[in-house]
């Protein structure tokens, strides 16, 4: 399975993006989907994941409240809606699939096992 991430650009604090990842394949339906996040020097962290059916979801507390995590299985894709952002969300945003992720751990990236190429995203005034 490839994915690719897109929608990352520059934005003021207080701001919204929205950021897409399209999924290659016929089976989207049966992967768990998560975005990461990468901040220079700093540890890929957990953002957003969402079940396979799109009925469960997880955030990382640092975006409770302003982010949305979103799938379409029929398009093959998978949202994150980020608004209030902060300079503090600035970093490159990763998504990543896969099918045996257990439903509890969906914010360890270990569950993972495939990963989109990353896209930016600067909050900055």
């Known amino acids: 399975v490839q994915l690719q991430a897109f929608g990352g650009g520059r934005v003021q604090p207080g701001g919204y993006l929205r950021l897409s990842c399209a999924v290659s394949?016929?089976?989207?339906?049966?992967?768990?989907m998560g975005w990461f996040r990468q901040a220079p020097g700093k540890e890929r962290e957990f953002v957003a994941a969402?079940?396979?059916?799109?009925?469960?979801?997880s955030y990382a507390d640092s975006v409770k409240g302003r982010f949305t995590i979103s799938r379409d299985n029929a398009k093959n894709t998978v949202d994150l809606q980020m608004n209030s952002l902060k300079p503090e969300d600035t970093a490159v945003y990763y998504c990543?699939?896969?099918?045996?992720?257990?439903?509890?751990?969906?914010?360890?990236?270990?569950?993972?096992?495939?990963w989109g190429q990353g896209t930016l995203v600067t909050v900055s005034s």
């Open positions: 990543a699939a896969d099918r045996e992720v257990i439903y509890g751990l969906m914010y360890r990236r270990d569950q993972y096992d495939y």
């Open positions: 394949g016929r089976t989207f339906r049966s992967y768990t």
């Open positions: 969402i079940s396979r059916n799109g009925g469960g979801t």
